[in-house]
């Protein structure tokens, strides 16, 4: 008598290549999978799933994926790119709609917001998702980048993790009463998102605000409450942060994250 055995969930996962740390993800999520098929396999649950990541540079490929990344770049000229691609409104319809997993690093976290501070003349146009306010280039220029280390409680360890920060947004206020949908929404998708949307904001981690110049004070703009920035935040589908986890050798958190896409697409 032989045994059926379940094939293995098949998940594509693709990185938007619009500009900025592209091939950055792919290698740590190709770590991450590699990682995570290494796991002690359950018996008693299904195994584990085989991921397939691609580049995103248009709506169809964009349609082959059950999750997303949005990199880091200049946020500015990835909508600009987006719009002219005809893939704002596909974006859009991915993250809010079809509410399919989505994490945006930097410049990918501005474009996750629903309303950004400090944009370029005329503003930019954004995907939302994430009914937060965000601050651009909260640390000031590209030769002021810097690492810090990071207390992250979703890893569940007590190692910190070392956030590359280049131009870094951060968030400045979670938006607790969003209003309509805006960004030029049609309102068929308007509606399925005021309907659909019940998950509030969570913070996942917070870095110290950086010191005034020539006092022993943290400024007071920006960010959460006291002495610290908000950088990295969750809202039901979309998880944002502030730092660029692709410039590292640290792989947990994209492992955390497909284990999350895994999980969100058993309850779609």
Not at 78 to 104: N, S, Y
Not at 142 to 155: C, E, R, T
Request: hydrophobic letters at 35%; a negative charge.
């Amino acid at each position: 008598m032989t045994v059926d055995t379940v094939p293995p969930q098949q998940i594509t996962v693709g990185v938007l290549a619009l500009q900025g740390g592209v091939i950055e993800h792919i290698s740590l999520l190709q770590k991450a999978a590699a990682q995570l098929s290494q796991s002690p396999a359950d018996s008693s649950t299904a195994p584990t799933p085989q991921f397939n990541f691609i580049q995103v540079r248009n709506a169809a490929q964009l349609s082959q994926c059950d999750a997303l990344i949005i990199p880091g770049g200049e946020s500015t000229t990835m909508a600009i790119v987006a719009q002219r691609l005809g893939l704002l409104d596909p974006l859009r319809e991915f993250v809010k709609v079809q509410h399919k997993p989505t994490w945006g690093t930097c410049a990918g976290l501005v474009m996750l917001a629903s309303e950004a501070s400090a944009t370029k003349q005329g503003g930019q146009e954004l995907i939302g998702g994430l009914d937060v306010k965000v601050l651009r280039n909260r640390y000031g220029t590209q030769i002021q980048s810097f690492v810090g280390d990071l207390k992250l409680p979703f890893l569940e360890e007590e190692k910190p993790f070392r956030g590359v920060f280049i131009r870094a947004p951060v968030v400045e206020e979670i938006i607790t009463n969003p209003g309509s949908a805006t960004q030029k929404e049609d309102d068929e998708i308007a509606k399925l998102k005021e309907k659909s949307r019940t998950e509030k904001v969570e913070v996942l981690g917070t870095y110290p605000k950086p010191q005034a110049q020539g006092t022993g004070t943290t400024t007071q703009d920006g960010g959460g409450e006291g002495g610290e920035d908000i950088v990295a935040v969750r809202q039901g589908n979309v998880f944002g942060t502030s730092f660029h986890p692709e410039l590292t050798d640290d792989v947990r958190i994209h492992v955390w994250w497909l284990k999350q896409v895994v999980e969100g697409l058993k309850k779609a």
